[in-house]
């Protein structure tokens, strides 16, 4: 879900060039999930080996990463571990909605509506755990690094920007900023022409920036209370937040009165089914590590080339080609580094 500040957060539209020579932090799982989501056949079939494993995420990883990369951009995915116990309720109406979706599915295939089984085929969209192992390998066989977060990804990419190990964390989710994100990258792994949900309409997805001080600047509030306005609008951890209330309304709220606590007595039928300062303590005091190293290596084109062509079954002459282009945009990063300076 995400908290919804899409209204809210001023952003900036910025070009996937000017981040050559930048360190970003993806958030694994919401990128890997974007490309299972977007990378289908019309009818909402995903793609799949002949043994009828799903490889739409692979297909994702290896030719949106290496394009990054040949822009001359240093990816680290970061996975995540144990959501915090809070995070329950919010995991269990995402299994329904699955659920619902799966059951909307059948019936869209039963009534031959490929686009409605499109919609309902990318709603039901879940990961399994060969995903995460197979885009892990993929990704050391890139020579690119992945971290381990003991608990939130987001979380963990946020602590490694803040600790100025990455340059950027990336995301759909503005989430991040709650976490202590300076600057939050979105729109890096879908970016592009992109058919808005149930519309026939394609629109411009372009990367943009979103920066923590501007931000605080702009809404005229500090940090905490950012996080007090994304608890009453609802996060991961109290979905519903206030019912009613939208960004611009709780930010209003947040301004007048200060603090979260402050604020409830002045709206109607407010309650929340945990402390607030429960959820407060998720985002100020998140679990995190400082236990990765970053490394960035030699893709190993062979096992590459295996793994993704004789295992996965994909077309060899088109990784192949997103090989070369990625070791050739790799050389050409700005200043005109060398090879082996950007593989250090």
């Known amino acids: 879900m995400g908290v919804n500040f899409k209204d809210l957060i ?19 799982y919401n990128a890997i999930y974007q490309f299972l989501s977007i990378i289908r056949q019309p009818d909402g079939t995903p793609l799949k080996d002949s ?10 990883l290896f030719y949106r990463t290496s394009n990054l990369v040949e822009m001359g951009i240093k990816p680290i995915y970061v ?10 309720a919010e995991i269990e109406r995402r299994k329904q909605v699955k659920v619902e979706a799966i059951a909307s599915y059948e019936k869209a295939v039963a009534s031959g509506d490929t686009a409605k089984m ?19 390998k993929l990704l050391d066989l890139m020579g690119l690094p992945h971290v381990q977060a003991p608990s939130e990804g987001e979380a963990q990419a946020a602590h ?20 202590g994100a300076p600057r939050l990258l ?16 394609y629109v411009d997805i372009v990367p943009e920036v979103v920066e923590l001080p501007k931000t605080l600047g702009e809404c005229e509030i500090t940090y905490k209370q950012l996080i007090d306005v994304g608890i009453l609008i609802g996060t991961d951890y109290n979905p519903d937040g206030i019912k009613g209330l939208g960004p611009k309304t709780a930010l209003k709220l947040i301004k007048e009165h200060g603090t979260l606590e402050n604020a409830l007595p002045h709206i109607k039928n407010a309650s929340f089914p945990v402390e607030p300062r429960c959820i407060r303590e998720i985002f100020l005091r998140p679990e995190v590590s400082d236990d990765y190293q970053l490394e960035w290596k030699e893709p190993d084109e062979e096992g590459i080339i295996d793994f ?13 080609k997103s090989l070369e282009r990625m070791l050739a945009g790799s050389k050409k990063q700005k200043g005109k580094v060398s090879l082996e300076k950007w593989f250090g």
């Open 118 to 136: 499109r919609m309902f085929a990318q709603a039901a969209t879940s990961m399994k755990d060969y995903m995460q192992d197979d885009s892990k």
């Open 308 to 320: 993704m062509c004789r295992q996965k079954e994909f077309s060899e002459d088109r990784v192949k």
């Open 10 to 28: 001023p952003k900036t539209q910025i070009k996937l060039e000017d981040l050559s020579g930048k360190v970003i932090a993806i958030d694994a």
């Open 51 to 60: 043994t009828g494993k799903v490889t739409s995420h692979l297909s994702g």
């Open 79 to 88: 996975f995540d571990g144990i959501p915090p116990s809070l995070k329950s």
């Open 160 to 179: 490694m920007t803040k600790k100025g190990d990455a340059d950027y964390c990336a995301s759909q989710d503005y989430d991040s900023l709650l976490f």
């Open 186 to 201: 979105r729109n890096v792994t879908i970016s592009g022409r992109r058919k808005l949900p149930k519309k026939n309409v």
